[in-house]
């Protein structure tokens, strides 16, 4: 993988890491389409740019994250996140082993977009609009919600927000809600991969130092912008167009693959 590719890839992530169209499949797609060969160093990469996409949420919301006294906030995002811990831990290298392939991304996009067209119709009596009114409970059911997501194409994003209308939040405080379960799931995830990968291949390759350092920074940059369009379009328009787009890829990624430019 090239330094260009590396940013290319990096600024997928952060394009998609936070809209319900999932990141993980998009740069499957990417890789492919790039013709990158899958190796263990790129499994890393792709998840170990999420430290990126997740310190623009703390950048852009750091009062809620640095607001000690509020501490049924870090209760919440530590009970949340304990879902996917198990359920990561237990099914890592299943996980790993469907990153590989396409054809999963393609359904899963597919029928969570199908999901999307209809997900404004099905909640319309949202209660709770704000994280300050979300209960314990509700906040581990998002958080179980979310674990759906460790198939790629689902988007943890998707999985959490529709987690979160589920339990009676409005499309924003999903969102938003969405947005800070972010920050301790995918530094678990990111701190894991990247520990396995020092321990197995005796650490990091100054080159792949350099890819990761400028993924990060791409994905950062990229990710900011995409977090403050997607609460604006989402307040105003829902999340019907966003699964019209899931099933424009999903068809377009099946005769890919089908015709044999996708493997």
């Given at each position: 993988?090239?330094?260009?590719?590396?940013?290319?890839?990096?600024?997928?992530?952060?394009?998609?890491?936070f809209?319900p169209?999932?990141?993980?499949?998009?740069?499957?797609?990417?890789?492919?389409?790039l013709?990158?060969?899958?190796?263990?160093?790129?499994?890393?990469?792709?998840v170990?740019?999420?430290?990126?996409?997740?310190?623009?949420?703390?950048?852009?919301?750091?009062?809620?994250?640095f607001?000690?006294?509020?501490?049924?906030?870090?209760?919440?995002?530590?009970?949340a996140?304990?879902?996917?811990?198990?359920?990561?831990?237990?099914?890592?290298?299943k996980?790993?082993?469907?990153?590989?392939?396409?054809l999963?991304?393609?359904?899963?996009?597919?029928?969570?977009?199908?999901?999307?067209?209809?997900?404004?119709?099905?909640?319309?009596?949202?209660?709770?609009?704000?994280?300050?009114?979300?209960?314990?409970?509700?906040a581990?059911?998002?958080?179980?919600?979310?674990?759906?997501?460790?198939?790629?194409?689902?988007?943890?994003?998707?999985?959490?927000?529709?987690?979160?209308?589920?339990?009676?939040?409005?499309?924003?405080?999903?969102?938003?809600?969405s947005?800070?379960?972010a920050?301790?799931t995918?530094?678990?995830?990111?701190?894991?991969?990247l520990?396995?990968?020092?321990?197995?291949?005796?650490?990091?390759?100054?080159?792949?130092?350099?890819?990761?350092?400028?993924g990060?920074?791409?994905?950062?940059?990229?990710?900011?912008?995409?977090?403050?369009?997607?609460?604006?379009?989402?307040?105003?328009?829902?999340?019907?167009?966003?699964?019209?787009?899931?099933?424009i890829?999903?068809?377009?990624?099946?005769?890919?693959?089908?015709?044999?430019?996708?493997?």
């Amino acid at each position: 993988m090239s330094t260009i590719e590396s940013i290319i890839i990096a600024i997928v992530e952060g394009l998609t890491e936070f809209l319900p169209i999932s990141s993980t499949g998009h740069m499957i797609i990417t890789e492919k389409l790039l013709g990158i060969t899958e190796t263990e160093f790129i499994k890393v990469f792709t998840v170990a740019i999420q430290l990126g996409a997740i310190l623009a949420v703390v950048v852009l919301y750091w009062k809620k994250f640095f607001n000690f006294k509020q501490w049924q906030f870090y209760v919440k995002l530590a009970a949340a996140v304990i879902p996917a811990l198990v359920f990561g831990f237990i099914f890592s290298k299943k996980i790993d082993a469907l990153l590989d392939s396409a054809l999963t991304v393609a359904i899963t996009l597919l029928l969570g977009g199908v999901i999307l067209l209809f997900i404004d119709k099905l909640f319309k009596h949202p209660t709770i609009e704000s994280e300050e009114k979300i209960s314990l409970p509700k906040a581990v059911a998002i958080g179980f919600w979310q674990c759906i997501a460790m198939v790629p194409g689902v988007s943890r994003s998707a999985a959490s927000i529709i987690g979160g209308m589920q339990q009676n939040l409005t499309r924003s405080a999903a969102a938003e809600f969405s947005f800070f379960l972010a920050v301790p799931t995918m530094l678990a995830a990111t701190t894991y991969k990247l520990y396995k990968y020092y321990k197995d291949f005796g650490g990091f390759t100054s080159v792949e130092i350099k890819q990761l350092a400028i993924g990060n920074v791409a994905a950062f940059i990229v990710a900011i912008l995409a977090i403050k369009f997607f609460i604006g379009f989402v307040k105003k328009y829902g999340f019907k167009v966003w699964g019209v787009y899931r099933i424009i890829v999903g068809v377009v990624l099946l005769l890919l693959i089908w015709k044999g430019v996708i493997s």
